[in-house]
């Protein structure tokens, strides 16, 4: 049986899309971080990082959002979330899953958490806009990658075009925020418009404005 840890909206809100697109058995635990509870020795056994989401997977216990996407693809195969192993469009896919967590996904973290990334209280709100200008820059570079392509693989739709969803949707607190680039919208339109979609946001929740 398979178990993720999760927070609402929070990074686990990608394995819980796939989850839901997969259509297999899952349960869901709330990690609730109202009371810190990524920090309690409980938690910190399954990820020594205190962070969320981890997945527990029989006797497999991950945590990273990539890795537990990666794989949720690998084990459901048959679910159509990345392209067959070997082909010029997995590894498309790759590209994608690894610049979406380790570039804008990684940004997030200065922006969400400034006083992480400073040792002086006066420096945080300059650490907040600097982590802002680069998101923005990103996000740039990601539309115009996308450019009218329907999906982030072009006709195929994959757990990059659901991970970059949730990325769309940090950013609507932000000054520029993601959706006010056309295309970008677009793609967020039409993920949201997928049932499996609507599913998660809605056991998370989740309430309009969703980006
Ligand atoms: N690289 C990690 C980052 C996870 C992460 O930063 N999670 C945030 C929520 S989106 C978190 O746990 N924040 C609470 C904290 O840091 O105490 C991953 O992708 O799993």
Redesign the pocket.
Known sequence: MIALYY?PG??SLLPHMMLREIGAPFELRLVN?DQNA??SPEYLKLNPN????VLVDGDLVL????AIALHLVDTFPDAGLAPAVGTRERAEFYKWMIHL?NTP?AEY?AWF?PHEHASDEAAVPSVKQAAERRLNRMFDVISEQLGDRTWLLGDRFSAADLFLLMLIRWGRGMPRPPRTIPNLNALAERVLARPAVQQAFEAEGLKAPFV
């Open positions: 927070f929070n990074a971080r990524q920090k205190g962070r969320i989401p945590f990273e959002t990539a967590t996904q973290r958490y």
